[in-house]
């Protein structure tokens, strides 16, 4: 996998290099399938496993790039969006003159499933609070965060991907999680991680909070307002994607300038984080 400059206003777009540089862009029209993973899919071409990058982009500010592969899909790595941020900062983020467009709630927008929900409302910034509630040993878990902070680097990026180990075989069964193993996910036995330790404490919610992230990403721009999610998925995000981008209503394009010294601030900011020897406890 390769990703390249874009210019300003191109988006996220996928080429698959061995089917003739075929495009797809990262937008909600082109979403596949949703079940434990994102896929996106034109003209019967699909890409898989989609929402660890897309998450990465969005959370270190990268609005346009061309993301090269040959196959199918994405690498899943350390089952984190760890190493794709540190791949960024490595290469170097380049601020464009061309102002970021960004979708500006106006108005609450919600989708209810039973006890599953996620709804956005106005407010300054990008903001995301997550609720999870799962069997044990994870149980309840909640966060917040800020992506206007400009921490995404440290304190969402690395949180892994996890999954029970009694599900394992059923999930195989059916042609899922084929690549998983202890060195891409967090495996839970029922006392807790088989292959721990965790990185944060909260490790579970964060991930939450990454992939709703990345599958936001397929509004096609940054989100300017307050995300709740309760108990929601890939498939409840994507729906959500969908009913939000239907209803011009609520919504506005607003035009937000940023300027390279603050880009690079934030980078070198980011950079010297992700350099300190602690990922542990938050």
């Not at 939450?208 to 709740?228: M, N, S, T």
Request: net charge positive.
């Amino acid at each position: 996998m390769r990703l390249l400059p874009a210019a300003a206003g191109s988006g996220i777009v996928f080429r698959r290099t061995d089917l003739d540089n075929f495009e797809i862009s990262a937008i909600g029209r082109n979403v596949a399938k949703v079940s434990y993973a994102t896929s996106l899919m034109r003209q019967g071409v699909l890409i898989s496993t989609t929402e660890h990058l897309l998450s990465a982009l969005i959370g270190m500010g990268v609005d346009n790039v061309i993301v090269e592969l040959d196959n199918l899909e994405l690498p899943i790595l350390d089952g984190s969006a760890l190493p794709y941020v540190e791949a960024f900062l490595r290469a170097g983020i380049r601020t464009q003159r061309r102002k970021r467009e960004t979708i500006r709630v106006l108005r609450a927008v919600e989708v209810r499933e039973g006890d599953k929900f996620i709804g956005v409302y106005p407010g300054a910034g990008y903001r995301i609070s997550y609720a999870i509630d799962f069997p044990a040993p994870i149980g309840k878990q909640r966060t917040c965060v800020d992506l206007a902070a400009e921490t995404y680097g440290t304190t969402i990026a690395p949180a892994r991907t996890f999954g029970y180990l009694a599900d394992e075989k059923r999930l195989r069964d059916m042609g899922l999680i084929r690549g998983a193993n202890a060195k891409n996910a967090i495996i839970l036995g029922a006392k807790g991680p088989i292959n721990g330790p965790l990185r944060f404490s909260d490790e579970y919610v964060r991930h939450k909070v990454l992939d709703l992230i990345g599958d936001l990403a397929l509004a096609g721009r940054r989100i300017e307002g307050h995300v709740v999610a309760e108990r929601a998925g890939h498939a409840m995000h994507t729906a959500f994607v969908a009913r939000l981008l239907k209803d011009r209503s609520v919504w506005e394009l607003a035009h937000v300038p940023v300027t390279a010294a603050a880009a690079a601030e934030d980078a070198e900011r980011s950079a010297a984080r992700l350099r300190a020897p602690a990922l542990v406890g938050a």
